[in-house]
């Protein structure tokens, strides 16, 4: 677990991330925790990293955040191997050295400490500042926590590695095994006996004892074709649970992967015309300091709960919702910096809005407040996709900025005929599946004035919204 290049003691992590999130969350352990030696695996990175724990728990685009214990190939087990030997060979697979699993115990019950301390040091700050200065109270929280987690995190000035290195001493340690196998390893072995073996061995070669309701740690094993991982969740909550969020709306870690998107800079105006809750506006908010957000929604309930998600988040300030249609937005053309939106779609909203039929005026009114150079970023169902798509292969020269994997996922969707789409059909009357070119190009008034002429895609990013997938497209405005 160490690593000398780093100058430092790093400590091996892993994160989970939703389906399509991986590239952001590797990007943002670089750039937020200077990660190294990261390894991308599907809905998993994995790091090193020698920053504070809580930089690390500050992390959005993951979901959990976990200690890692050991990460091998997978268990490779020989034709017509008896269940005996296949438990020896899992035992072997599982069971690491002693003393460094011993260690991992130790620094993570210390990590969750640090963690947990946090949480406390943040909210009774908070309560004083709010005291304190209720114009100021957005920065506030965030430099006062800022200020108190490095004060815990460093009480004494010494560097992290020594403060690591300084273990707390818990006897027995309790443990739980959480357990998942798939592939060929599950034809031998289901959950319960992989966590007989795993648990035999930590209680004989450790003598730790296994509490089902609260124990230390949750060891977590993950067992694939491909790979072997083993962890301590660092968190009871997900780090993707926010809590500067009171009235949850889109996913917080695409709402936040979207902003990031959106290549938001100091002093920019970026507008929601279709807010909802307000979410991707608040992870952009919480992101950028020095930014201004709009956003607009047709609807009293969402406003009055995202007016309520602003106070909650203490963005006062810097972000303010209005009522209006995004078809005919009140702002002035050219004025707002970059715009990001996810169009109604799915089970929840899909029925309010025929957002199929009303695509093409929702883009112009976007494109028109764009200034030049400005960014859009949008969230569309596969079918609202497969329209811009033709919408952009219908300008040959455009269609070449099409990433090719992209075009390759939503060549599948349109192709489909939305047959496979998992979401909603947008309206009960409507025929399922995209539109036809002809359609398309009824829709969108032709060529002429199609209101992607002004606007060069940059690229397309497929991510899993839970039940239904989501494409997130990424688009520059080029011409006045
Ligand atoms: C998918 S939801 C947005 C959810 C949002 N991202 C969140 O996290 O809460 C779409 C929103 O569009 C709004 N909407 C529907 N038609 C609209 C219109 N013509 N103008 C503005 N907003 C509209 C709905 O009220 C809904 O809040």
Known sequence: MTDSSLGCFPVRYFCTAGHGMEQFLVEEVKSKVGAQDVIRLQGKVIFSSCANINSVTSLKSAERLFLLLNHEGPLKLPAHVNQAKASSLLQSKLTGDKEELARAAMLCISLQGAIKDRAINCQ??????????????????????????????NPDGAPRDQQTERLPSVDPVTFRI??????????????QDVSKV????????????VDLKNPHLEVNVNLTDDYCLQGIPLTKFPLATRSYVQTTGLRSTVAWAMGSMAQIQPGSLVVDPMCGVGTILIEAAKEHNDTYFLGIDIDDEQLVKARGNIVHAHLEGRMQVLKASSLALPLHSASVDAVVCDLPFGRKFGTKMDAAKNLPLILSEMTRVLRVGGVLVLLLSPQLSCQIKRLITQDDAKSDSVQENDSQTEKQDCQSDGATSTEQPSSPGRKKGPPSTQETEHLYGLRRTSPLSSLRHENTIRVSLGAIDGLMHKFVKLDP
Not at 138 to 150: D, N, P, T, V
Not at 178 to 191: D, E, L, N, P, W
Not at 199 to 209: C, D, I, K, P, Q
């Open 124 to 153: 009774v700050q908070t309560e004083g500042v709010k005291k304190r200065d209720q114009d100021e109270q957005s920065h506030g929280e965030a430099s006062q926590c800022k200020r108190k987690r490095l004060e815990h995190e």
């Open 178 to 191: 959480c357990c998942k196998c798939s592939g060929s390893v599950a034809r031998y072995f289901s959950t």
């Open 198 to 209: 795993l648990g035999a061995s930590l209680t004989t070669l450790l003598g730790w004892r």
